[in-house]
């Protein structure tokens, strides 16, 4: 069965360093989202990307933040200048279509900024 | 505002005891409902949509549109079932991005 892949697993960055995280969806998948899970808290919606372009965005996501979908394959999520509180597990997720409703999850990248 | 909630972040429960799995939700125009279900080291994975109207592994969970809950019952708890369980909606409608907002998660043990 097609999976949701990600890399790295860990990433140990130090603060004001730049961090790209890394997807591939499912293949015939066309709607792609990033999702964030600070330790002890609940999963947070971060992006949705849909026909190469973002479809909505949280407050969480601010300039910092930014994804791209270079190549039709790969789904990055780029932090410019990592702060300490963006360390959390970055789930990345990837959906066939809405009516479908079914996301399937990448297994996440914890980020650690030091 | 968008918000699902989940009161217990730890549920323990003595295996083939009946299991319920609280989930309340707010928001103002039509939701769709779900369960995720995120078993040890693995990745999250969606167990059941209040819209399909199925049993997944014993699991069910109906939508109260009018105590807004969505609560997740099994009749008999098995051990295989511990796992941290995620309610969680998402808009219904011309305007959905799929976006899924998440409760806090409960954690549910089964014990022998």
């Known amino acids: 069965e097609p999976e949701v892949t990600q890399t790295p697993s860990h990433q140990v960055t130090q603060m004001g360093q730049e961090v790209i995280l890394r997807c591939v969806p499912i293949s015939n998948h066309l709607y792609f989202y990033w999702y964030r899970q600070i330790l002890g808290q609940k999963v947070e919606f971060l992006v949705s990307?849909?026909?190469?372009?973002?479809?909505?965005k949280s407050e969480i996501f601010d300039d910092q933040f930014s994804v791209e979908r270079p190549d039709g394959s790969n789904f990055t999520l780029k932090i410019r200048s990592t702060k300490l509180e963006d360390s959390a597990m970055y789930f990345c997720?990837?959906?066939?279509?809405?009516?479908?409703?079914?996301?399937?999850f990448g297994p996440g990248t914890r980020l650690t900024v030091t | 505002a968008q918000r699902v909630t989940q009161p217990e972040k730890l549920l323990s429960v003595f295996k083939g005891a009946p299991v319920e799995l609280k989930c309340n939700y707010s928001y103002s125009g039509s939701p769709e409902l779900f369960w995720y279900v995120q078993y040890s080291r693995q990745r999250l994975q969606l167990l059941l949509r209040h819209i399909s109207r199925e049993s997944i592994k014993g699991f069910t969970a109906d939508l109260n549109k009018g105590e807004t809950s969505f609560h997740l019952k099994k009749p008999f708890a098995q051990e295989e079932d511990s796992a941290m369980y995620y309610c969680a909606l998402t808009r219904h409608g011309s305007s959905n991005t799929g976006k899924l907002i998440f409760g806090q998660g409960t954690t549910l043990q089964v014990k022998p």
């Open positions: 997720a990837s959906l066939q279509g809405v009516d479908r409703h079914e996301q399937y």
């Open positions: 990307f849909y026909n190469n372009e973002i479809s909505e």
